[in-house]
């Protein structure tokens, strides 16, 4: 009976001391939604969210901005900014497998933000029209830089444990998950 106890308690502290050697050098893989799971050491720094030369980020945002423009009442003709920005990528990324790429993210990123915008009645809002004008006013003056977006700090594993209250969402396969559109 005693050898049972004293093997328990061996055991018992030998996993302790493996959980507890292992927490600090544990590092779990991080997602890219921000959700939590995402390593609590802080010495390696953030990477930015959006690389400025990635030309299928680029297309997908030209794209969004063509879809926003259209739907707030825009003057602008929608296929000859499309046939410049395929001409400018053209020349920067020749390559015929990069052209297939940019041509079919602004593709899906316009009809994708047309369908999910098309029923807001109270889509255009003062903040987003100055934003669609600022950036469609680049991409018709030839300017398609990406916009970088803002690097949001993810949460650690203990983050969040406190008194305010914490709305989960689930998520939705049909919604575009953007900060402008969630204004």
Same mark, same amino acid.
């Given at each position: 009976?005693? /050898? =049972?106890?004293?093997?328990?308690?061996?055991?018992?502290? *030998? %996993?302790?001391?493996?959980?507890?050697?292992?927490?600090? @050098?544990?590092?779990?893989? +991080?997602?890219?939604?921000?959700?939590?799971? @995402? @390593? +609590?050491? +802080?010495?390696?720094?953030?990477?930015?969210?959006?690389?400025?030369? #990635?030309?299928? &980020?680029?297309?997908?945002?030209?794209?969004?901005?063509?879809?926003?423009?259209?739907?707030?009442?825009y003057y602008? #003709?929608?296929?000859?900014?499309?046939?410049? /920005?395929?001409?400018? &990528?053209?020349? =920067? /990324?020749?390559?015929?497998?990069?052209?297939?790429?940019?041509?079919?993210g602004m &593709?899906?990123? =316009? *009809?994708?933000?047309?369908?999910?915008?098309?029923?807001?009645? @109270?889509?255009?809002?003062?903040?987003?029209?100055?934003? *669609?004008?600022?950036?469609?006013? =680049?991409?018709?003056? %030839? #300017?398609?830089?990406? &916009?970088?977006?803002?690097?949001?700090?993810?949460?650690?594993?203990?983050?969040?444990?406190?008194?305010?209250?914490?709305?989960?969402?689930?998520?939705?396969p049909g919604?575009? /998950?953007?900060?402008?559109?969630?204004?």
């Open positions: 009976m005693t /050898y =049972r106890i004293t093997s328990l308690r061996t055991l018992g502290l *030998i %996993g302790a001391t493996l959980f507890l050697t292992g927490c600090g @050098s544990l590092k779990l893989p +991080s997602l890219s939604t921000g959700s939590i799971g @995402s @390593s +609590s050491q +802080s010495a390696t720094p953030a990477a930015p969210a959006v690389k400025p030369d #990635d030309p299928v &980020e680029r297309a997908v945002q030209v794209g969004a901005t063509i879809a926003r423009a259209q739907k707030c009442g602008f #003709d929608p296929a000859q900014l499309k046939a410049n /920005y395929l001409a400018a &990528e053209s020349v =920067r /990324y020749p390559a015929p497998d990069v052209q297939q790429k940019v041509q079919t &593709e899906f990123a =316009r *009809i994708r933000v047309t369908r999910n915008i098309a029923p807001l009645d @109270s889509y255009c809002t003062k903040a987003r029209t100055e934003k *669609i004008k600022k950036n469609l006013t =680049r991409y018709l003056a %030839g #300017d398609y830089t990406a &916009e970088v977006k803002k690097v949001v700090k993810e949460a650690g594993l203990f983050d969040g444990l406190t008194d305010a209250p914490v709305k989960e969402e689930k998520f939705n919604r575009i /998950y953007d900060p402008v559109l969630n204004e």
